[in-house]
């Protein structure tokens, strides 16, 4: 690692906040609220493991620009209802609003996330970079504690791009007053983090929990506790 580092760009979800354990416990409560077992669906991780495929499946589609924010949130419980034989638009529409309303105030982090955060930011200038909605991430940082750790919020929605497009990175160099050389991106996404963020010259270290490959062998990590000892 570069000794040149003066800039941190950090991921949000599945990177210092805990996407599935937040998401699934706000699914609970809709899962309850909706009494979707009374509708048929009578196993809640069977359904858990549905949506959680049909989110990925439709977040690729929004960042390639194919649908937008507002059909996302509701599409998306629309396509996992349907696969359970539930093809009701106004149902969807309801959990759809309900769970932007109540996945942000889940506040379960990333094992070690606090520490890290704490470790850096005496000598780092730390930022966030994000594909996820402005209001709920700003939301998520701020009911975890966190936010205070950061300089810059960078959403996609802010800079008009998402990740992996070169335009996010450079947008986000320019409200920081960072530069390539002194740029470090931290995310758990090899594809929209970390080939994004080398594509402009950024050092990056990956998240990478699951020990997927990087074809390049660039720096990784499987817990955060481990940057203390790189950066």
Not at 28 to 34: D, G, I, Q, R, S
Not at 156 to 183: C, L, V, W, Y
Request: net charge positive.
């Amino acid at each position: 690692m570069q000794q040149s580092i003066k800039h941190i760009f950090f991921d949000l979800d599945k990177t210092l906040w805990d996407f599935e354990s937040n998401s699934r416990s706000a699914l609970a409560e809709l899962y309850e609220k909706y009494q979707l077992a009374v509708k048929g669906i009578h196993d809640f991780e069977l359904f858990f493991q549905v949506y959680s495929q049909v989110n990925d499946h439709c977040w690729e589609l929004y960042r390639k620009n194919l649908i937008n924010k507002e059909y996302l949130r509701h599409q998306r419980f629309f396509l996992t209802l349907k696969k359970f034989g539930i093809e009701s638009r106004s149902l969807a529409k309801a959990i759809g609003k309900d769970y932007v309303a109540i996945s942000p105030t889940k506040t379960t982090l990333i094992s070690g996330a606090k520490e890290i955060l704490e470790h850096l930011s005496k000598r780092y200038s730390l930022h966030i970079i994000t594909n996820g909605f402005e209001e709920v991430q700003h939301l998520k940082l701020k009911n975890t504690g966190i936010d205070h750790y950061f300089q810059q919020i960078i959403t996609s929605e802010r800079a008009g791009r998402r990740k992996p497009d070169p335009a996010i990175f450079q947008f986000a160099m320019k409200k920081t007053g960072a530069a390539p050389n002194n740029s470090l991106m931290i995310g758990d996404d090899l594809e929209i983090d970390i080939l994004g963020a080398r594509n402009n010259g950024w050092q990056t270290i990956w998240f990478n929990p699951h020990q997927k490959h990087d074809p390049e062998g660039g720096l990784a990590v499987q817990q955060l506790q481990q940057l203390i000892s790189i950066i």
